[in-house]
Every structure is written in C-alpha cells, then in structure tokens.
C-alpha cells in the first residue's frame, strides 16, 4: 500500500491539476449553457450543443495540458542539467564554502557543516546534484519523466472531465441532465479530494472541502456568464 501511494505521489500533482481542470472547465461548458437557457432551445438542440462543445474542449485541452506538462518537465530537467554543470565547474574552494553556507543556512553548525562538505567535495556528481538542490531548487518529481507527466495529466484530464458529460452522453432527457452533470461533477472532485488524500496524507475534510470549493466557484461563475446570454 505505501509502495502505491508512492507512485501516486510522483504524478499528484498532475493527477490533481489534471483532473480539477478536466471537471470544472468540461462543466463550466454545461453551466454555461444551463445559464444561457440553452436547455430549452428544442428537444436535444441544447444536449448535443453541450455534448459537441464539452467533447471538443475535453480532448482538445487535455491534448493541450499533456504537451504543456511534457514540455514544463523538459524543460525544467535541462534547467537541472545545467545547474549540475555549473556546480561542477565551481572550483573546489569556492564550492565547499558555498556548501557549508547552505548547509549552516539550514541549521547545521558549523563543524558538522565543515565535515559534511568535505565529504561532497570528494564526491564531485553527488556534491554537484546537492548543490543544484540546495542553491537552486527545482519543483520536485517534475524533471525526470516528462512522459510519464504528460500522460498522468492527459488522462487525469480525460477520465475526470468525463464526468460531467456522462449524462448527455448516456441520453438523460434535457430537463434532468444538468442536474444530473451536477452530481456527477460533484462525485468527481470529491473521488478527486480523496486521491489527494490518500498520497498526501492531509486531512480528509481539508482535501475535500478545497477541491469542492475550487469546483463550486468555477461552476458558479460560468453559470453566472450564460445568465448574461438570455
């Protein structure tokens, strides 16, 4: 179970951003049209406009996320590269004070500070890879595995934002699908709170309220948008 919740970690956060983004903008698509009276236009005028447009937005955007995240990744791995070079082409004294400095700036004292880079000094890739890491940091988990980034956020985005279509593309009758998307939009950014939950090991109530709130809030301001369009 730790092993799973490990690997969760390393994609969480694009499981996370993946997946809010995929849930409120696919319904934001169908509050707007709610708000707009669009429902009502004709018998299946108003579901196949939501079902045309969300699916248009679904995979366009997680498509759009996907390279975006494998590109962030990328580029954020050759940014690490390039601090490693730079550490290492440091000359050895400069790089040693450089290393007590920052271990001293996290709490060390001096002497252990001293000792312990002396030691990196005679590990020079693993002291190049402290240094990056300590005078420079990088977000973590995001420069190893581009691909593995893009494709938890691309399918986070799909799986997630098919929530709200579920109903139109199941053939709900117009007049119960909003409410329907409602609740199913709903359903997924709490299963949404909970995968946080689980690899964060944060409060339950914490993870669910914020995730809802983020949701609710977009949800409204979409509706709030299509009311301007009656």
């Given at each position: 179970m730790a092993q799973g919740g490990g690997r969760l970690a390393a994609?969480?956060?694009?499981?996370?951003?993946?997946?809010?983004?995929g849930i409120v903008t696919t319904f934001a698509i169908v509050a707007g049209f709610a708000g707009a009276g669009a429902e009502g236009a004709a018998p299946g005028i108003g579901a196949a406009a939501v079902l045309l447009f969300g699916l248009a937005n679904l995979f366009a955007d997680a498509t759009a996320m996907g390279l975006g995240a494998f590109l962030s990744a990328r580029s954020a791995r050759a940014a690490a590269a390039a601090r490693r070079r730079r550490q290492s082409a440091t000359p050895a004294e400069a790089a040693r004070a450089a290393d007590r400095a920052?271990?001293?700036?996290?709490?060390?004292?001096?002497?252990?500070a001293e000792a312990m880079s002396a030691i990196l000094s005679r590990a020079p890739e693993l002291r190049a890879e402290f240094a990056a890491g300590a005078l420079g940091p990088e977000p973590a988990g995001r420069a190893e595995r581009p691909?593995?980034?893009?494709?938890?956020?691309?399918?986070?985005f799909v799986i997630f934002g098919t929530a709200p279509l579920a109903p139109y593309l199941l053939g709900v009758p117009d007049e119960r699908a909003v409410a329907l998307s409602l609740t199913a939009s709903l359903a997924a950014l709490a299963a949404l709170g909970a995968v946080r939950w689980r690899a964060t090991g944060e409060r339950l109530a914490m993870c669910l309220a914020e995730t809802l709130g983020v949701g609710a809030a977009c949800g409204a301001v979409a509706f709030i948008v299509g009311l301007l369009f009656r």
């Open positions: 994609v969480l956060r694009e499981v996370v951003y993946g997946g809010n983004d920052a271990l001293a700036a996290r709490g060390l004292p001096p002497e252990d691909v593995r980034g893009a494709l938890a956020t691309f399918a986070s």
